[in-house]
């Protein structure tokens, strides 16, 4: 199990590009699956994209080409790049993880452990 802290939301315009980190507890990190979703108010969780510990990455069709996800397994930190940010990303964006055997996880419950989120706003 990892402990996962997301930081760098925050309000940004459209067009515009942010990086989010998320720090991860415990030596299990670098055999571990990770993970970005994200939660727009009143609507469901939904999958943004993935990372396996190898480095091979995937997305949801809404990020792929705007979004990368990276991870560095020396500092323990995955990043979720964001660019040409879109209004309709506004949302609580959270960093998850699972050990890695050898699957594609794209299901919130394929995920057991999940930061605390952090808020994305982008303004039109």
């Known amino acids: 199990q990892v402990q996962l802290v997301e930081s760098g939301g925050g309000l940004v315009q459209a067009g515009g590009s942010l990086r989010l980190s998320c720090a991860a507890s415990?030596?299990?990190?670098?055999?571990?699956?990770m993970g970005w979703f994200r939660q727009a108010p009143g609507k469901e969780r939904e999958f943004v994209g993935g990372?396996?510990?190898?480095?091979?990455?995937y997305y949801a069709d809404s990020a792929k080409g705007r979004f990368t996800v990276s991870r560095d397994n020396a500092k323990n930190t995955v990043y979720l790049q964001m660019n040409s940010l879109k209004p309709e990303d506004t949302a609580v964006y959270y960093c998850?993880?699972?050990?890695?055997?050898?699957?594609?996880?794209?299901?919130?419950?394929?995920?057991?452990?999940w930061g605390q989120g952090t808020q994305v706003t982008v303004s039109s």
């Open positions: 998850v993880g699972r050990p890695d055997y050898g699957g594609i996880y794209y299901s919130s419950s394929q995920y057991t452990d």
């Open positions: 415990g030596r299990a990190f670098s055999s571990y699956a």
């Open positions: 990372i396996k510990w190898r480095g091979n990455t």
